[in-house]
């Protein structure tokens, strides 16, 4: 839908905004502006799911929330077009004055977002629960940013929000980002508090994209509407979530928490603005509480959030120090310590098991034999069961030790070592670890050399990194890769053969690496595995693997010379479902412009399980056999 469409866009234009992009901006704008995106960037699988839900078939309640949504985004680009903009003189307007401008915009901003969030119609979109921990996260973040701005009566928002909905068609050229500091505009006899209200709905007015013709009617409606509430007094805060006086007096009675004190700053995540709990320092030295960074870099992210510097590896350290000042802290302050993130996806402590699993890693470099087997023999079983223990694992330093005992002459020591980089990469945030740790080199080695269930498990791990598109490219170039893949495929266990099948076919969706394999004879066992009739797993395999080879020119010949042709032909007749379908396709893909091999089916008597095809087969099958028989027929008229 269009007004999706529209807020993934403006979605990811913040996300995409960096400290360089507001290098001109004073303080603190640069500082709200960076806050800003940062929330604003976790917010594009929601848009995702709003999207596919297709505004729940087209419920008002649904469109109306999306406009919500998308109102809230546009003021959020505006307010942060104010921190890229040149800065202009500000013709004599105190300082102060601009500051205190920018921190209601700011305020409004945020309250609107977080208003937007919060009326989330869930029976509307099937928001999972990811996503859901992702929308209350960024909430409780835009919640504590409004009450760190201090108190401000949000019943005004309220009001200002409904009136400039209501101006909204109005919105003209006006709309796009805002430059220089709000004019004033002059209403006659006005109080003090009604002075004060006309400058917040002029800065509200402005940043939500209102034309200020129009701003002098939105102020006299809301003068009106609070009055008749009997809401005047603005000095008067009231919370985001407000608190009667028996639920106050109640609070003094509890646990004491840390908003109820100044926390020192140094102690919150500057993603959840939280208390830290398990504090780790990201490349570029900046700490954060560890979930709330590992799913920011879960989520693709490759910067840091707070710096917007690249992240020159994803390792997350410990820091131990300031979790001890910060647990010292808690204790002088009286302050229950931090409990566990509800975010935080993690079920292994970090404690005793931490500890175990940096034992166990270093015990991979130590000088006996025996240790570093038992050691890689244990990392091999712990990255095979949990996540957790493959993040554990990366973030203790497991992978550059196991990528230098695949050079061990012991074979056990080098199976093991290859399997437990199989298993971390399941893991997908690995993948990039280990195939920046230089793995990919010795990991060719075992495939070509080590005992057949190191080969096999080779095989395994380079499908599983093949699985991010730029590996594909350096695998297929890595001198000798191909070739060991296609000597598996030829000689090796029934396991092997189909473990290098795999990750053949992965590699081949890259167009070079079809021609390398080609190259590399993958042909001749490819037909033998035609042949194989005692196998329908083997047959299926060459045919997918066929299937994408065909597509290259360069290798539809060489299938053709490699005499594929009556083999894919008794498939055909004899074959189950699926394999007479890609045999169909693959014949089509051969005889497309290519009348040799046209006539070739032809004298092998291809009508006849074509034209069975053509009735009884799949939807697939059935175009692709027709479409054979029409180029036949068509051959047989010339």
Known sequence: MATAEAAAEIVREIAAVGAADLAAAAEPLRADCLRLA?????LPHLIAEVAEAGEAAGEPDAAAWV???LRALQAARRFIALGRAPVLATGGVDQDVIDKNIAVQFKYVTWQLQAALANLPHSCFQISDEVQEEVDLVRGQLKREMEKQGALDVNIFSKIHDIVARHADNVGSHSQESQGQPETLQIENLSTDH????????LVSEISGISKSEIKQITSELIEALENSRITDSAKPINVDSQTSDEAKGSSDEVKKPDSITMPEDFRCPISLELMRDPVIVSTGQTYERAFIQRWIDCGNRTCPKTQQKLQNITLTPNYVLRSLILQWCEEKGIEPPTRSKYEGSSV???EDRLAIEALVRNLSCSSLDERKSAAAEIRSLAKKSTDNRMLLAESGAIPALVKLLSSKDPKTQEHAVTSLLNLSIYDQNKELIVVGGAIVPIIQVLRMGS??????AAAAIFSLSLIDDNKIMIGSTPGAIEALVELLQSGSSRGRKDAATALFNLCIYQANKVRAV???ILSPLVQMLQDSSSNGATDEALTILSVLVSHHECKTA??????IPFLIDLLRSSQARNKENAAAILLALCKKDAQNLACIGRLGAQIPLTELSKTGSDRAKRKATSLLEHLNKLQVL
């Open 38 to 42: 940062r929330k604003v960037s976790l």
């Open 67 to 69: 406009c919500e949504l």
């Open 195 to 202: 002075m004060m209200l006309q400058n917040v709905a002029l």
């Open 349 to 351: 402590e970090v404690g």
């Open 452 to 457: 057949m269930e190191a080969r096999e498990n």
């Open 519 to 521: 190259r590399a004879g």
């Open 559 to 564: 299938i053709a010379k490699a005499h594929t």
